[in-house]
């Protein structure tokens, strides 16, 4: 067995990431071992670098999107979701989310447990000074404590398949299950980063009629249509006058009857009002952490009667369903591209920048270079 594992950790916010290695402790009933694939860096992990989340505990060991292998397990047996038990060997995923508490207002009253104010999560609100201390994926190893709860990847879904759509899957199936999604709709999807490809993904295998995705990045609006969207829109050349009226020519002159915004940019939020028709539904997933102020109309949203939602985390039903739609689609789907870079773990933080600058699409760190 394994005695130690190197990890890339945050010391503080806006500090470059240092490599430090960590004694492996002793597998509690219920705990296992994971050896690290593919730690996936996403767009919060540059968030928490830059110290914009808050109750965030430093220093931090990065990483909520992680796939691997079971090195070992603890002295208790462990099952997946399915109800299937774990071996040494299985290629699995695991809900970032390790524990709410299931016990408060949140969790049994308003039915929100993402709101859960116990809540932890892998790579962001652990401590990695505290037990078990290898919490995140940017590690060699990482220490799946009791109660986490563990996905076995089906054979012919690849490591990067899984990891390259990380968070963003559960993400978009919590975002469309928010909106009345159903056959026969017309979508648009504002940003074509990993979250607004998903929710493509998710509106195409629903059965919408037509799906438009608009952003300013050439690079990712050629992915978008690789993954089978119907029409897409560059906001870097076109007006919002233009966009308008191009997706009302597309939807039969009555706009798209769900807008969703997977952009981070609070900009997109009163176009986003402009672009749903009368009736319509906007979702908003894409404002994680806090951009600033943007000036919107009340009355144009009361005006076009607007079912407007907004999505916050994800529950572990997102992310067990997001895995099985992966598998059921894989072979439909490029997941696999959109892994665009690769980072060893020493180059963490070059990761990170990049992802930061957005020269990727979507990072992987690689800690044992396979």
Known sequence: MVKTSRAAVVPKPNADLIIEEYEIPELEPGAALMKVARGGVCGTDVWLWQGKLAGVPYPLILG???????????????????????????????????????SCYYCLIAKTPTKCPNRKVYGITMDSTKFPRLIGGYSEYLYLSPGTHIMKLPDHVSFDGASAVGCAMPTAVHTVLRSPMRWGLNVAIQGSGPVGLMIAVLSIVNGASTVTVLDKARNRLDIARKF????TLNIGETTLEERKETLRE????????????????????????????????????????DHGLVEINPHLMNKKHLDIKTVWGSETMHVYTGIKTIADNFERFPFESLVTHRFSLDDAQKALEAQEKQVSLKAVIQPHGD
């Open 250 to 289: 597309i939807t039969g002159g009555h706009g798209p009857d769900i807008v969703y915004e997977a952009t981070g940019s609070p900009q997109a939020i009163p176009e986003g009002i402009e672009l749903v028709r009368d009736g319509g539904s906007y979702t908003i997933c894409g404002q994680y952490t």
């Open 64 to 102: 909520h999107e992680v796939v691997g292998t079971i090195e070992s397990i603890g002295p208790r047996p462990i099952k997946d979701l399915d109800g299937n038990e774990l071996k040494v060997g299985d290629r699995i995923g695991f809900h970032d989310v390790t524990q709410t508490c299931f």
């Open 228 to 231: 089978g969207v119907t029409h």
